[in-house]
């Protein structure tokens, strides 16, 4: 095992290299001039030139990043161009709103996409549930964020639109709003950061769902009609607990392997979600780093993102293993 995690730990560093060597080179091609942006279109050349020397821009790229690199060994991300924050501090803001909405939309995706796999291995003629499998699966994510905000907030009023909470926030050691609240011994924030975050979770959940849905159901289907299936119903067990005991677990596999495409994708998914419901995280801060031509900020939620599906992937991998022993890791 600790060997695995070195070497898993050494291929994530060198990941975080090349992937922030793409993005430097991206930037210098992208017609975009951050002095520019944060001087202002009136601002004359001179001030221009000055907050490029400021900032370094006037250096070669090769220098910027090494720059770069170097002070990301002390843990230095840089300072924001657009907020003129340190992108540590930026991130330390924006991060627990991110993770929060993350961590709730992958356990109701997963916990969802069992339910209807189940669901439809018990009754497999159900052609409604397949059909809105189907459709499910092919909304892109913007449109069912947008689908979602119309008709359960704008046309109905169930739930909120936007935002983490109705009126203050509260602090917490966690950052989390929904256990936060619970620590504080106030459970009505808890609940209205549960009524907040329901929408744009659930927009998240949808494709994990049905990822989740296809891969157990395929597998649940070929593992029920292996022999020591048939022997566990020979000896008198129930369907219920063969299915739970026997069935779902050595197909657990594939599922496993589907949850971890499906975190490199919800974190693209958050950037539209996020945006969509006015989510105050780590999504809406990198479009407007974005559109700030701010790199240090692109670089920093890159880097953050990177680290996450690294740990995840691991994370997936070593419950494969667990989940089915001939795998190793």
Request: proline content about 6%.
């Amino acid at each position: 095992m600790a060997g695995y995690l070195l070497k898993r730990m050494a291929g994530a560093v060198l990941m975080l290299i090349a992937m922030s060597s793409i993005i430097f080179c991206l930037q210098n091609l992208i017609p975009s001039d951050p002095a520019r942006a944060l001087a202002g279109p009136a601002a004359p050349t001179e001030t221009v030139a000055r907050i490029r020397e400021e900032l370094g821009l006037d250096q070669p790229v090769a220098v910027q990043y090494g720059r770069f690199i170097s002070r990301l060994v002390h843990g230095d991300l840089g300072t924001s161009v657009r907020t003129r924050q340190p992108v540590a501090s930026d991130l330390s803001q924006f991060l627990p709103a991110t993770l929060e909405l993350a961590l709730v939309s992958l356990v109701c995706g997963v916990a969802l996409g069992g339910f209807l796999a189940l669901l439809r291995f018990a009754f497999p003629r159900f052609g409604i549930l397949r059909l809105m499998i189907v459709g499910a699966g092919s909304t892109p994510i913007f449109l069912t964020s947008l689908l979602l905000a119309y008709f359960l907030w704008f046309r109905l009023g169930w739930f909120p639109g936007s935002g983490r909470l109705s009126a203050e926030t509260v602090s917490g050691p966690t950052g989390f709003n929904l256990v936060d609240g619970i620590l504080s011994g106030r459970p009505e924030v808890s609940l209205d950061a549960l009524w907040h975050i329901a929408l744009p979770a659930l927009a998240l959940a949808l494709p994990i769902a049905v990822a989740v849905c296809r891969s157990l159901g395929g597998a649940l289907h070929d593992v029920m009609k292996q022999p020591y299936v048939r022997t566990a119903r020979g000896k008198g067990l129930g369907e219920v607990r063969v299915l739970l005991h026997h069935g779902v677990r050595n197909a657990a596999t594939a599922p496993l392997a589907m949850i971890g495409l499906q975190v490199s994708l919800i974190f693209g998914n958050l950037i539209v979600v996020e945006q969509v419901f006015a989510w105050p995280g780590l999504g809406s801060y990198m479009v407007q780093a974005f559109a700030s031509a701010d790199l240090p900020a692109v670089l920093g939620v890159s880097m953050v993102f990177g680290i996450f599906y690294t740990a995840m992937a691991i994370l997936m991998e070593i419950s494969q293993s667990l989940a089915d022993p001939r795998i190793g890791l």
